[in-house]
């Protein structure tokens, strides 16, 4: 077994905890699912539970590795498991120690429930090129390969299922995915061209380029500013704005897109988010094509509502509407994944 040693750096932690400066040696260990490498860099205890994390780093399609932090309930298995993304990419293994450290009450929620759990993180999203749906594929040159277009981030996240799903502590059967934001478009990315999960949940999905959606006419005079979160609830500004939404859809490249999923699916909506227009779409869209969907929507103030995060004193503190979606997501995988 070799071994390399890892550099120094700190990490985000709960105020009980203080900085983590951590100097780990790194095993390597080569791994059956479609030939693909991971390291294993360190387990560390989580405040206020029993189960620790361990990170590993996954070889992803070109070689490079992305983090997650992998949990398991107690026992040998093997667990369904669900993976859980957040928003863009990047920042690599201190995001998933952060967000194991401070935003792991949702998942220890379903660790309670049976689920192995895991933060994960991939490649930063790109402008260019940009997602047309073109499959990635690869050809021999000089001896190794050159491949049709840069891997896209969703790709890792598929890299990343095919490394879980070797582990002998994982059901390779029951693997659940969770996205927020640009993780819940994530999910329609991967569901278009991968069957290898089992059930996914998009929360506050950012799906407007995988529902093909054109670019707003920027001359037009806007009708209002819009927050992040508006001040209140305006269905009928919401439905005309779905209206204006539907019509920039590509409908032949977004049907396309959309006619090979094949795995259940929660869509997750916020009712004050100034996206709420296509988080409801993407639910739309989905429900006209005869697809396994369900929909939901939520009075929160929070985009990303869903991963309940440590307040100022260090505690979890989820208020009624992050209990409620919390159970409704747990008791959607339980009925797809058990």
Excluded: C
């Excluded at 790109?126 to 990635?136: F, H, I, K, M, Q």
């Excluded at 594929?137 to 891997?151: C, E, H, I, M, Y």
């Amino acid at each position: 077994m070799s071994r390399f040693h890892a550099r120094m750096f700190h990490v985000v932690s709960p105020p009980s905890i203080g900085p983590v400066a951590v100097g780990a040696a790194i095993a390597m260990f080569s791994m059956t699912a479609q030939a693909q490498t991971a390291l294993v860099y360190d387990t560390e205890e989580i405040a206020g539970s029993s189960l620790p994390v361990t990170y590993h780093l996954v070889e992803t399609h070109d070689g490079l590795y992305t983090a997650i932090g992998l949990r398991t309930p107690e026992g040998d298995g093997p667990f369904p498991i669900v993976l859980f993304a957040s928003g863009n990419g990047g920042e690599g293994l201190g995001y998933v120690r952060d967000y194991s450290h401070n935003r792991s009450w949702t998942q220890e929620q379903f660790l309670d429930a049976g689920y192995a759990v895991a933060w994960l993180r991939y490649r930063q999203e790109v402008e260019s090129p940009a997602y047309d749906g073109t499959l990635l594929s690869d050809r021999p040159w000089s001896g190794r390969a050159v491949l049709n277009r840069p891997p896209f981030e969703y790709e890792d996240v598929i890299a990343t299922i095919e490394y879980v799903k070797s582990l002998p502590e994982i059901d390779a059967d029951r693997v659940g995915y969770m996205g927020m934001s640009h993780g819940g478009e994530m999910l329609m990315k991967m569901a278009s061209v991968y069957g290898g999960i089992a059930a996914g949940i998009a929360s506050e999905p950012a799906s407007a380029a995988f529902l093909a959606v054109g670019a707003m006419d920027l001359t037009a005079p806007a009708d209002r500013d819009e927050p992040e979160t508006a001040d209140g609830y305006d269905a009928e500004y919401l439905a005309a704005k779905m209206e204006a939404t539907r019509a920039r859809i590509d409908k032949d490249v977004a049907t396309a897109r959309i006619a090979p999923i094949d795995l259940p699916i929660f869509v997750q909506g916020r009712d004050r988010d100034h996206n709420q227009d296509v988080f409801r779409l993407n639910y739309e869209l989905l429900e006209e094509a005869g697809k396994d969907v369900e929909w939901k929507t939520y009075d929160h103030e929070l985009h990303g509502f869903a991963y309940v995060q440590r307040n100022a004193d260090g505690e979890y503190d989820p208020d009624p509407i992050q209990l409620e979606v919390v159970a409704d997501s747990i008791a959607f995988f339980d009925r797809n994944l058990k």
